[in-house]
């Protein structure tokens, strides 16, 4: 049976105000230590996790994995508590471990879909999805039930499945009703913890787009957890990457892409040439990277002494490649020769070596180039981040 594609408008869904910019959620200082157990020493989850989620954002936790990230979903979900910090919704402090505050899960105004299904399988769709409305605690006509039962599954196109056993679903069906069941109590936060994880990969990207146009049409708050860097950057607006507990770095996707912050940053999110150097530094003028490549002019965000061991971050995607007859005498801009090239149909991977250092590089299918050719590599100054060098044998 074909599947409608379905449109929900913001009006479904009455529980989202018209203040989108304002805070929904500010996590203040988090920490969580599961204790050991048998011998075991005990695991530092949360080490002071702090940020905020504007209302209508899709907020993205990411992370490899034990990094902390369902802990963190857990604490705000209240079925957890951390040791220490604060968790306010809107203007409610739901958790605060100096005054005490405690507001259980089910008060919390929350859905949730975790990172197995939890489907019910001896239950029917509709069984699974009314859940929430008749055992969550709320009272609630039985045809109030089956209409806001039927509202959510109109919602993720599952209407014409209701009566369907849960077993009989696809994985990706199955992953609907989960996600039915986490709005049909009309919650005023998200939170998808890893949801598309035991989708194909064909499935994922199209539950990927899916479930951010579903959100973002209700205009819910959303805080999506995974560790896929690719999912993260292309359905948030902010992403938090996190790693041993703490966050390293946040901000929209392209400036986490783009402008990281560490080499741990620029490992996560994509492939990138790192290429290492000392700082020299002069009041007034751009950082400069003397590198075995040369004199290297970047950009940054972190303040490096005179001679500071430093890392310029450098994409794959992010070099010219120039005839050599134009030259290495201007800024950023370097002998070098096309050690190999893969053709890859959407691009080709060329290693070129430039002063002993190999670059990959991503270069336009439709231009043509050769091996073992001499060029000119110029690496535009804003496309070069220098980030400091100490956390890069920790990054691998
Ligand atoms: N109930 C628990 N008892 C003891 N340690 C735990 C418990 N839950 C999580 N941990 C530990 O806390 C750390 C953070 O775990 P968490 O589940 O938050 O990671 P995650 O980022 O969600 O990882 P993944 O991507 O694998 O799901 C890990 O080291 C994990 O082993
Ligand atoms: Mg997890």
Same mark, same amino acid.
């Given at each position: &049976?074909?599947?409608?594609?379905?449109?929900? +408008?913001?009006? @479904?869904? =009455?529980?989202?105000?018209?203040?989108?910019?304002?805070?929904?959620?500010?996590?203040?200082?988090?920490?969580?230590?599961?204790?050991?157990?048998?011998?075991?020493?005990?695991?530092?989850?949360?080490?002071?996790?702090?940020?905020?989620?504007?209302?209508?954002?899709?907020?993205?936790?990411?992370?490899?994995?034990?990094?902390?990230?369902?802990?963190?979903? !857990?604490?705000?979900?209240?079925?957890?508590?951390?040791?220490?910090?604060?968790?306010?919704?809107?203007?409610?402090?739901?958790?605060?471990?100096?005054?005490?505050?405690?507001?259980?899960?089910?008060? +919390?105004?929350?859905?949730?879909?975790? !990172?197995?299904?939890?489907? /019910?399988?001896? %239950?029917?769709?509709? @069984?699974?999805?009314?859940?929430?409305?008749?055992?969550?605690?709320?009272? &609630?006509?039985?045809?109030?039930?089956?209409?806001?039962?039927?509202?959510?599954?109109?919602?993720?196109?599952?209407?014409?499945?209701?009566?369907?056993?849960? =077993?009989?679903?696809?994985?990706?069906?199955?992953?609907?009703?989960?996600?039915?069941?986490?709005?049909?109590?009309?919650?005023?936060?998200?939170?998808?913890?890893?949801?598309?994880?035991?989708?194909?990969?064909?499935?994922?990207?199209?539950?990927? #787009?899916?479930?951010?146009?579903?959100?973002?049409?209700?205009?819910?708050?959303?805080?999506?957890?995974?560790?896929?860097?690719?999912?993260?950057?292309?359905?948030?607006?902010?992403?938090?990457? %996190?790693?041993?507990?703490?966050? *390293? !770095?946040?901000?929209?996707?392209?400036?986490?892409?783009?402008?990281?912050?560490?080499?741990?940053?620029?490992?996560?999110?994509?492939?990138?040439?790192?290429?290492?150097?000392?700082?020299?530094?002069?009041?007034?003028?751009?950082?400069?990277?003397?590198?075995?490549?040369?004199?290297?002019?970047?950009?940054?965000?972190?303040?490096?002494?005179?001679? #500071?061991?430093?890392?310029?971050?450098?994409?794959? !995607?992010?070099?010219?490649?120039?005839?050599?007859?134009?030259?290495?005498?201007?800024?950023?801009?370097?002998?070098? /020769?096309?050690?190999?090239?893969?053709?890859?149909? $959407?691009? *080709?991977?060329?290693?070129?070596? #430039?002063?002993?250092?190999? &670059?990959?590089? %991503?270069?336009?299918?439709? $231009?043509?180039?050769?091996?073992?050719?001499?060029?000119?590599?110029?690496?535009?100054?804003?496309?070069?981040?220098?980030?400091?060098?100490?956390?890069?044998?920790?990054?691998?």
């Amino acid at each position: &049976m074909s599947e409608r594609r379905f449109t929900p +408008r913001k009006a @479904d869904f =009455p529980v989202v105000r018209s203040s989108v910019g304002r805070s929904m959620l500010a996590i203040d200082s988090l920490l969580k230590t599961y204790p050991g157990r048998g011998g075991r020493a005990a695991t530092k989850a949360l080490d002071g996790v702090s940020f905020t989620v504007k209302e209508g954002d899709f907020f993205t936790l990411l992370g490899p994995s034990g990094c902390g990230k369902t802990t963190t979903l !857990q604490c705000i979900a209240g079925l957890e508590a951390p040791d220490d910090g604060t968790i306010r919704m809107g203007s409610e402090v739901v958790f605060g471990s100096r005054g005490g505050a405690f507001v259980p899960a089910n008060r +919390r105004g929350l859905g949730m879909v975790f !990172q197995s299904y939890a489907i /019910w399988p001896h %239950m029917s769709v509709f @069984d699974n999805v009314a859940f929430p409305l008749v055992f969550g605690g709320v009272r &609630m006509a039985a045809a109030s039930v089956k209409a806001e039962v039927m509202r959510a599954l109109e919602m993720v196109q599952l209407g014409h499945l209701a009566d369907r056993p849960a =077993p009989m679903l696809s994985g990706g069906q199955q992953q609907r009703v989960a996600l039915a069941r986490a709005l049909v109590r009309r919650p005023r936060i998200l939170l998808l913890d890893e949801p598309l994880s035991n989708l194909d990969a064909k499935l994922r990207d199209t539950m990927r #787009a899916e479930i951010r146009a579903l959100v973002k049409s209700v205009g819910i708050t959303t805080i999506f957890v995974t560790h896929d860097q690719t999912e993260a950057i292309g359905m948030s607006d902010q992403i938090v990457l %996190m790693r041993a507990g703490r966050i *390293v !770095q946040q901000g929209g996707p392209r400036d986490i892409y783009l402008r990281p912050n560490s080499v741990f940053t620029a490992d996560f999110m994509g492939r990138s040439n790192l290429i290492a150097g000392k700082a020299v530094v002069e009041p007034g003028a751009p950082l400069r990277i003397d590198t075995k490549l040369g004199v290297l002019v970047a950009e940054t965000d972190t303040e490096f002494a005179p001679g #500071a061991s430093v890392v310029a971050v450098v994409r794959p !995607q992010a070099v010219r490649i120039m005839p050599k007859a134009s030259g290495s005498n201007s800024i950023n801009s370097f002998a070098a /020769w096309i050690v190999s090239l893969n053709f890859l149909g $959407d691009l *080709v991977e060329a290693e070129v070596e #430039a002063g002993g250092v190999r &670059m990959v590089l %991503m270069l336009n299918p439709y $231009d043509t180039y050769e091996e073992g050719s001499e060029i000119t590599l110029h690496i535009p100054p804003e496309n070069c981040v220098a980030v400091p060098a100490d956390d890069r044998e920790a990054a691998s």
